[in-house]
């Protein structure tokens, strides 16, 4: 299948033979779908607390997160090209005529390129825009009254001035405030200073990035650090990972033969967000929050993400806490039957351990050996969001091929929708996942897990692209918080809708959730 030259460049990405051939065979066979058992609703998989529960977890973050080495974790590689779709359009196929120009002054619709330019100067960027033009000789103000549209979107796209439609997401301005506007990557900052610093006002950030754009991140963290560590009285400790060559996938033509590019090479392409659960692996944490770049609010709408934060956090340290003591009693195998019954169902309630038929019948030692595996994995608790009509995957009781039940975060395409019975199943679901995660990473003697060994090779997704005018199949890995997460003790709680906002157009950030308050 490989001439030398292909052999080579596998090589030189780390990637074995053996594994671009089992990629290959599975554009062949497809991932299977996913099998829905049910939804996980209120009582039935997700939890939803009360106030006093609520109260006593965040008291309970508080008072033992000095113990822990904590880390917030940042997928931030993510392009903001996508958020400038309408923008791009628009200034490749407007030519400035009357006509154009009174269609477009017409738009009222949010997402509308009319209403972007008739509220321009409410974005967080527009004081830099103007700065920008101003060393040109341009004024924004002019510009809008002559209706001159596209010399304000060339220095909003391009390295006229923002260079926005190339930047990543991280760097762009969301929010402003008196002091200035602030970056997608400052508000994790001020977001980890409040409930991610340890007793040594140690706050632990990482960031996955772009080789491309790593430096300009460096360099743009670096000049508002001390700002940051400053106001909250804290030290950060910032590091960056890109994501590995090594985790590209190769892409196939339509018939499933090897992509070639012009000058005969392979394709590979990046292999999706699961590609970043070996960053995170490389990272040897303790307790690891996650949550996409694009998931933020201003300082005025912070109470409530800093509160579920703990809350969520809270549960993760209380129960591997009683699971950590259980892990040891387990191991040292001198258990009364009665503590074996206590074990089973606090795996079973606690923590959606499925436990079979065929459990009741096992000898003592086949219980504590099947109670010790189900129990020594890495755990993750996930906020779930009441379902209001946005995409995204969603919180469900999955079956596996050995017929286990687990509780998974499944998305859209990895469901067989021409299942009447599987499409029932969705149509019954009341929650999406916001990535809102806590993790905990090291087993019950302290040591860092293989997360590795906990991925579902199974759950994988294959979509259609192009390149060069050509039609290709490209392979993503199972997804970061979906099968790369597959094997973990999984908890869902549900979670208020405010701690929701992401920004996937720019004009998202003309929503009130973004806006300052008036």
């Given at each position: 299948m490989f001439a030398k030259k292909d052999l080579k460049q596998i090589d030189a990405k780390g990637i074995s033979p053996e594994t671009v051939q089992r990629q290959v065979e599975r554009f062949k066979t497809g991932f299977p779908f996913i099998r829905l058992s049910a939804s996980a609703v209120p009582g039935k998989g997700l939890l939803s607390l009360d106030?006093?529960?609520?109260?006593?977890?965040?008291?309970?973050f508080d008072e033992s997160k000095d113990d822990y080495e904590?880390?917030?974790?940042?997928?931030?590689?993510?392009?903001?090209?996508?958020m400038?779709?309408?923008?791009?359009?628009?200034?490749?196929?407007?030519?400035?005529?009357?006509?154009?120009?009174?269609?477009?002054?017409?738009?009222?619709e949010l997402q509308s390129v009319g209403y972007f330019f008739?509220?321009?100067?409410?974005?967080?960027?527009?004081?830099?825009?103007?700065?920008?033009?101003?060393?040109?000789?341009?004024?924004?103000?002019?510009?809008?009254?002559?209706?001159?549209?596209?010399?304000?979107?060339?220095y909003i796209l391009t390295d006229k001035g923002l260079n926005y439609g190339v930047l990543p997401k991280a760097m762009l301005h969301f929010h402003l405030y008196p002091d200035g506007p602030r970056r997608a990557f400052e508000e994790h900052l001020v977001e980890a200073a409040n409930y991610a610093v340890d007793k040594a006002g140690l706050a632990r950030v990482h960031f996955t990035v772009s080789p491309e754009h790593q430096q300009e991140f460096e360099?743009?963290?670096?000049?508002?650090?001390?700002?940051?560590?400053?106001?909250?009285?804290?030290?950060?400790?910032?590091?960056?990972?890109?994501?590995?060559?090594?985790?590209?996938?190769?892409?196939v033509d339509m018939n499933n033969a090897l992509f070639r590019k012009?000058?005969?090479?392979?394709?590979?392409?990046?292999g999706g967000h699961g590609a970043l659960i070996?960053?995170?692996?490389?990272?040897?944490?303790?307790?690891?929050?996650?949550?996409?770049?694009?998931?933020?609010?201003?300082?005025?709408?912070?109470?409530?993400?800093?509160?579920?934060?703990?809350?969520?956090?809270?549960?993760?340290?209380?129960?591997?806490?009683?699971?950590?003591?259980?892990?040891?009693?387990?191991?040292?195998?001198?258990?009364?039957?009665?503590?074996?019954?206590?074990?089973?169902?606090?795996?079973?309630?606690?923590?959606?351990?499925?436990?079979?038929?065929?459990?009741?019948?096992?000898?003592?030692m086949e219980k504590i050996d099947f109670l010790f595996n189900r129990l020594n994995r890495p755990m993750r608790v996930a906020g779930m969001v009441k379902n209001e009509g946005e995409p995204g995957g969603g919180p469900f009781w999955v079956v596996n091929e050995d017929d286990e039940?687990?509780?998974?975060?499944?998305?859209?395409?990895?469901?067989?929708?021409?299942?009447?019975?599987?499409?029932?199943?969705?149509?019954?679901?009341?929650?999406?996942?916001?990535?809102?995660?806590?993790?905990?990473?090291?087993?019950?003697?302290?040591?860092?897990?293989d997360l590795a060994d906990f991925v579902d090779p199974q759950t994988g997704f294959i979509s259609l692209k192009s390149m060069d005018g050509r039609d290709l199949k490209a392979q993503e890995l199972p997804g970061l918080w979906n099968g790369a997460m597959a094997d973990w003790i999984t908890l869902f709680v549900e979670t208020p809708i405010i701690t929701f906002n992401p920004v996937k157009t720019i004009n998202d950030l003309l929503r009130p959730q973004h806006q300052p308050e008036r």
């Amino acid at each position: 299948m490989f001439a030398k030259k292909d052999l080579k460049q596998i090589d030189a990405k780390g990637i074995s033979p053996e594994t671009v051939q089992r990629q290959v065979e599975r554009f062949k066979t497809g991932f299977p779908f996913i099998r829905l058992s049910a939804s996980a609703v209120p009582g039935k998989g997700l939890l939803s607390l009360d106030e006093k529960e609520v109260k006593e977890l965040e008291t309970l973050f508080d008072e033992s997160k000095d113990d822990y080495e904590i880390l917030k974790f940042v997928p931030a590689s993510g392009a903001a090209s996508r958020m400038f779709k309408k923008l791009f359009a628009f200034r490749q196929a407007c030519s400035g005529t009357p006509a154009e120009i009174d269609q477009l002054e017409k738009e009222n619709e949010l997402q509308s390129v009319g209403y972007f330019f008739k509220n321009l100067q409410r974005f967080a960027f527009f004081p830099v825009l103007s700065e920008a033009l101003h060393k040109d000789g341009l004024d924004v103000e002019t510009l809008r009254q002559r209706k001159d549209y596209n010399i304000i979107l060339d220095y909003i796209l391009t390295d006229k001035g923002l260079n926005y439609g190339v930047l990543p997401k991280a760097m762009l301005h969301f929010h402003l405030y008196p002091d200035g506007p602030r970056r997608a990557f400052e508000e994790h900052l001020v977001e980890a200073a409040n409930y991610a610093v340890d007793k040594a006002g140690l706050a632990r950030v990482h960031f996955t990035v772009s080789p491309e754009h790593q430096q300009e991140f460096e360099e743009a963290m670096e000049a508002v650090r001390e700002k940051y560590e400053h106001r909250f009285d804290v030290r950060f400790e910032i590091n960056f990972s890109q994501q590995k060559a090594s985790t590209d996938t190769v892409a196939v033509d339509m018939n499933n033969a090897l992509f070639r590019k012009k000058d005969d090479s392979l394709l590979f392409r990046p292999g999706g967000h699961g590609a970043l659960i070996e960053n995170m692996n490389d990272l040897k944490g303790e307790v690891i929050f996650v949550k996409n770049i694009d998931n933020i609010v201003p300082d005025r709408l912070r109470h409530t993400t800093y509160l579920f934060k703990k809350v969520i956090g809270g549960l993760l340290l209380q129960l591997q806490s009683i699971t950590f003591d259980y892990l040891d009693k387990l191991d040292d195998g001198n258990l009364s039957d009665g503590e074996l019954e206590e074990i089973k169902i606090f795996a079973q309630e606690q923590l959606n351990v499925f436990i079979p038929v065929a459990y009741d019948g096992y000898g003592k030692m086949e219980k504590i050996d099947f109670l010790f595996n189900r129990l020594n994995r890495p755990m993750r608790v996930a906020g779930m969001v009441k379902n209001e009509g946005e995409p995204g995957g969603g919180p469900f009781w999955v079956v596996n091929e050995d017929d286990e039940l687990s509780l998974q975060i499944v998305e859209s395409s990895q469901i067989d929708f021409e299942d009447a019975q599987q499409k029932e199943i969705v149509s019954q679901s009341t929650h999406f996942n916001p990535v809102d995660l806590v993790c905990g990473v090291r087993n019950y003697l302290g040591e860092p897990f293989d997360l590795a060994d906990f991925v579902d090779p199974q759950t994988g997704f294959i979509s259609l692209k192009s390149m060069d005018g050509r039609d290709l199949k490209a392979q993503e890995l199972p997804g970061l918080w979906n099968g790369a997460m597959a094997d973990w003790i999984t908890l869902f709680v549900e979670t208020p809708i405010i701690t929701f906002n992401p920004v996937k157009t720019i004009n998202d950030l003309l929503r009130p959730q973004h806006q300052p308050e008036r």
